[in-house]
């Protein structure tokens, strides 16, 4: 009768202390620039060395620029961060991929693809999206710095069960409907605290028929529900997407490991402190008009009316109209738009550049939009090259960075300017994230392509 997460994390448990707090031995530690240096220093005032140097992997990537990387990045503190986060995995015989080698990239596209993620691991992170990893079968989480630094110097953390979610997603999606489309369809229908306090499994034969890719989209933004992380069991789908990668297991351990992965799921009889269950054809593309994730409704809708809004919300709601320039029961289409992102650790893979390079094939982006598609990996440009992607985009007028978080959360020189609109495939809307007083507009990518290419919010089937 256990979840897929029971198993997990039951197995990774080590001890339970008085208030029921648990002791959970951590497989892989993930580190950036960020969030790690205070985490170090912490250690070598105590004179601590890092515990498992061998199972945290580095790579820079919130800061780093997506133009001009052979430079040093322009911002003092940036350059600081960049420059302390080699200068610690050197000291600490810590794996780092650094900027402008072919594996840096965003630490949650980097992890699946070089096979460094597995099923089965518990994985960590200073880094609230860390829950991506869970689409390969993972207990993935975001933890503070404090945290990195309790995992560095004993490869545990100190964490608190939380409660099982599972939520189902049955039938076959609509036409131009992608994996952003039905997270962001999720969150408008249960809020932004709907998985408070819980550790989600996606399940359903809609999430069983996506690609890898697309998982990881949605596991990556379970945590704007509120969940502590996201989780998809294994499949042969996970089985192939990790055959052959640079750290997946080989020949027979290949195969010793495939056995204990197909064991990786929730039982028949498993109960789940809450459960829900979307039908797939009620999911069209989505965007979002508000200043939180959840504030989404479908491109060819309008935002809601005060009357709809639930009294205790109001203020809020009112609140983040009034930032974003909208009013109640404006219809979302025909808005105008002046920036597309495409990337991140959300939509920043090869499946999201495909799609979007596949949508504005054969025609031009519009003149008032500036657009930064931004590959979240080299690996992810390095195939965007070798595709033709990236030729097929400079035809239509929009231009390939380098790798990088970008404008996602705007800690390089990639922001947003203040009252400008921007379609964003990224993960967050709330004010200022992409810039001070950015306004943002979550989508997946052909949205994007639809409004890069209209100039305006668009249904992406009239493209």
């Given at each position: 009768?256990?979840?897929?997460?029971?198993?997990?994390?039951?197995?990774?448990?080590?001890?339970?202390?008085?208030?029921?707090?648990?002791?959970?031995?951590?497989?892989?530690?993930?580190?950036?620039?960020?969030?790690?240096?205070?985490?170090?220093?912490?250690?070598?005032?105590?004179?601590?060395?890092?515990?498992?140097?061998?199972?945290?992997?580095?790579?820079?990537?919130?800061?780093?620029?997506?133009?001009?990387?052979?430079?040093?990045?322009?911002?003092?503190?940036?350059?600081?961060?960049?420059?302390?986060?080699?200068?610690?995995?050197?000291?600490?015989?810590?794996?780092?991929?650094?900027?402008?080698?072919?594996?840096?990239?965003?630490?949650?596209?980097?992890?699946?693809?070089?096979?460094?993620?597995?099923?089965?691991?518990?994985?960590?992170?200073?880094?609230?999206?860390?829950?991506?990893?869970?689409?390969?079968?993972?207990?993935?989480?975001?933890?503070?710095?404090?945290?990195v630094e309790m995992v560095l110097a004993s490869q545990c953390v100190l964490?608190?069960?939380?409660?099982s979610m599972r939520i189902n997603i049955e039938g076959e999606l609509n036409?131009?409907?992608?994996?952003?489309?039905?997270?962001?369809?999720?969150?408008?229908?249960?809020?932004?605290?709907?998985?408070?306090?819980?550790?989600?499994?996606?399940?359903?034969?809609?999430?069983?028929?996506?690609?890898?890719?697309?998982?990881?989209?949605?596991?990556?933004?379970?945590?704007?529900?509120?969940?502590?992380?996201?989780?998809?069991?294994?499949?042969?789908?996970?089985?192939?997407?990790?055959?052959?990668?640079?750290?997946?297991?080989?020949?027979?351990?290949?195969?010793?490991?495939?056995?204990?992965?197909?064991?990786?799921?929730?039982?028949?009889?498993?109960?789940?402190?809450?459960?829900?269950?979307?039908?797939?054809?009620?999911?069209?593309?989505?965007?979002?008009?508000?200043?939180?994730?959840?504030?989404?409704?479908?491109?060819?809708?309008?935002?809601?009316?005060?009357?709809?809004?639930?009294?205790?919300?109001?203020?809020?709601?009112?609140?983040?109209?009034?930032?974003?320039?909208?009013?109640?029961?404006?219809?979302?289409?025909?808005?105008?738009?002046?920036?597309?992102?495409?990337?991140?650790?959300?939509?920043?893979?090869?499946?999201?550049?495909?799609?979007?390079?596949?949508?504005?094939?054969?025609?031009?982006?519009?003149?008032?939009?500036?657009?930064?598609?931004?590959?979240?990996?080299?690996?992810?440009?390095?195939?965007?090259?070798?595709?033709?992607?990236?030729?097929?985009?400079?035809?239509?007028?929009?231009?390939?960075?380098?790798?990088?978080?970008?404008?996602?959360?705007?800690?390089?020189?990639?922001?947003?300017?203040?009252g400008k609109y921007c379609v964003a495939t990224s993960n967050r809307n709330?004010?200022?994230?992409?810039?001070?007083?950015?306004?943002?507009?979550?989508?997946?990518?052909?949205?994007?392509?639809?409004?890069?290419?209209?100039?305006?919010?668009?249904?992406?089937?009239?493209?």
């Amino acid at each position: 009768m256990n979840t897929l997460f029971d198993k997990i994390w039951d197995a990774h448990t080590v001890d339970t202390i008085a208030g029921g707090s648990c002791v959970l031995y951590i497989d892989r530690q993930y580190i950036h620039e960020v969030t790690s240096p205070q985490a170090f220093e912490g250690l070598r005032q105590r004179g601590i060395p890092v515990f498992r140097p061998a199972q945290v992997t580095a790579t820079p990537d919130h800061n780093i620029p997506t133009v001009n990387q052979h430079l040093p990045a322009s911002d003092p503190n940036s350059r600081m961060q960049l420059e302390t986060l080699e200068k610690n995995c050197e000291e600490h015989g810590i794996n780092i991929y650094k900027v402008g080698t072919p594996k840096n990239g965003i630490v949650h596209v980097v992890g699946p693809e070089t096979g460094t993620t597995q099923p089965g691991m518990t994985i960590v992170c200073g880094d609230s999206h860390t829950s991506t990893h869970g689409a390969m079968g993972c207990i993935a989480f975001g933890i503070g710095t404090s945290e990195v630094e309790m995992v560095l110097a004993s490869q545990c953390v100190l964490q608190t069960k939380p409660k099982s979610m599972r939520i189902n997603i049955e039938g076959e999606l609509n036409p131009n409907v992608c994996s952003k489309d039905i997270i962001l369809y999720i969150i408008s229908k249960l809020g932004t605290d709907g998985g408070t306090g819980h550790f989600i499994e996606f399940a359903g034969s809609t999430i069983r028929s996506l690609s890898m890719e697309a998982r990881m989209t949605i596991c990556n933004m379970s945590i704007e529900m509120g969940a502590r992380g996201g989780m998809i069991a294994p499949d042969q789908t996970t089985f192939d997407y990790l055959k052959g990668r640079e750290n997946a297991p080989k020949g027979e351990a290949w195969e010793r490991a495939v056995a204990e992965w197909s064991k990786l799921k929730s039982d028949e009889d498993a109960i789940f402190d809450k459960e829900v269950t979307f039908d797939a054809k009620d999911i069209l593309p989505m965007i979002t008009y508000g200043t939180n994730p959840g504030m989404g409704v479908a491109v060819t809708g309008s935002i809601p009316e005060l009357e709809e809004i639930p009294a205790v919300s109001e203020t809020s709601f009112i609140k983040s109209l009034d930032y974003m320039g909208f009013a109640p029961g404006d219809k979302m289409e025909g808005k105008k738009v002046d920036y597309v992102f495409v990337g991140s650790c959300t939509n920043g893979r090869i499946e999201d550049l495909r799609a979007f390079a596949n949508a504005v094939k054969g025609k031009r982006k519009a003149d008032n939009i500036t657009a930064w598609i931004v590959p979240g990996s080299r690996q992810v440009e390095k195939q965007a090259i070798e595709e033709g992607i990236k030729a097929t985009l400079e035809e239509a007028g929009f231009e390939l960075r380098q790798p990088g978080c970008s404008a996602c959360l705007a800690m390089n020189d990639d922001k947003i300017p203040a009252g400008k609109y921007c379609v964003a495939t990224s993960n967050r809307n709330f004010e200022g994230r992409q810039g001070p007083g950015a306004r943002t507009l979550l989508a997946g990518p052909l949205v994007a392509a639809a409004a890069a290419v209209n100039g305006v919010i668009t249904d992406p089937s009239k493209l």
